[in-house]
């Protein structure tokens, strides 16, 4: 459990998420969110760049948003206050399952019951992506089962806070944008920007699907093997020249080659004296570096008032 007082809900400070103090509830939630994510790959009509696939954080945990089902739709909510999957149809109809500790097979029978239950049948390919091997089928993995609320619960508070601020920075944008979303393979929360351009194709079709077009992306994410913390990334793709060695804030950031990103560690944005201006100005410095490098036509594509 987390050592203290229970943060309260509305504290605005960016509390600390030590990494290696919550690896194993991480493990299990990255894993139950990729079963309710691949129920929304299944049903939601395509949306370029895999977009109809992504999950959204709201203010109580993170949602699918409405999933068409025959005449209905239905959506699936993760609620971290009250610890709670709840799958609620446009008819009225809900059924809540209690996030506590369990194997991901026992989550993914649970969820299956839930939705038949609901009366929708859905089928999705039950086997983890984007995760290091061994890879084990979800209705046979009874190895992730953990689930402490308390870790839950500030890993959503703190996406919730970094959530505002990505809101923010889209926001200074009008041209092509993905919306601010959570992404279940890679357990981070990124936004997009697009300058209208197509970009090489890639021999892979997941990323020739992302990466179709020219973006500069920039997100957030708890960290997992050479990253050994939380950590913000901004990329480009593809990079232009020089994007490496460009001069990028505050000071504590740095380019990846191994990642090729620019990154930012958590703690040292949320120990700022404002850690809302160190996060904008890491994502402001690293859009502009980029395209100004790629020469994007900025003055079509950004707000100016």
């Not at 992404?183 to 990323?207: E, H, K, Y």
């Not at 990079?239 to 490496?244: D, V």
Request: glycine share 6%; hydrophobic share 40%; proline share 8%.
């Amino acid at each position: 459990m987390i050592a203290g007082s229970q943060m309260s809900l509305a504290e605005s400070s960016w509390p600390p998420l030590p990494l290696a103090a919550w690896a194993d509830t991480y493990a299990t939630l990255h894993l139950w969110t990729q079963i309710v994510g691949k129920i929304r790959l299944a049903l939601a009509p395509p949306v370029n760049h895999w977009w109809h696939t992504t999950l959204y954080v709201t203010a109580r945990g993170l949602t699918t948003s409405p999933i068409p089902y025959r005449d209905r739709s239905f959506e699936i909510t993760f609620d971290f206050i009250d610890h709670q999957l709840r799958i609620e149809t446009s008819d009225g109809a809900r059924q809540a399952i209690a996030l506590a500790p369990m194997t991901v097979q026992d989550f993914y029978s649970r969820v299956r019951q839930a939705l038949g239950n609901l009366h929708i049948d859905v089928h999705i390919w039950p086997m983890p992506v984007e995760i290091p091997p061994p890879l084990v089928r979800f209705d046979q993995d009874r190895q992730h089962a953990s689930y402490e609320a308390e870790w839950a619960r500030r890993w959503w508070q703190v996406m919730r806070q970094i959530d505002l601020v990505l809101q923010e920075f889209r926001g200074r944008f009008i041209g092509k944008s993905s919306p601010v979303h959570f992404f279940w393979g890679g357990f981070d929360l990124a936004v997009t920007r697009f300058n209208g351009r197509r970009a090489p194709d890639r021999s892979d079709p997941i990323q020739r699907e992302g990466y179709s077009h020219e973006v500069i992306s920039a997100g957030f994410w708890p960290g997992g093997g050479a990253v050994t913390g939380p950590a913000f990334y901004a990329y480009a793709a593809p990079e232009p020249p020089g994007f490496k060695t460009a001069s990028i804030l505050p000071a504590a950031a740095s380019y990846r080659a191994d990642l090729a990103e620019f990154v930012l560690m958590y703690d040292d944005a949320r120990t700022a004296p404002s850690p809302h201006d160190t996060l904008m100005d890491f994502l402001q410095s690293s859009y502009e570096a980029a395209a100004n490098l790629a020469k994007w036509n900025r003055s079509e594509l950004e707000r100016t008032a």
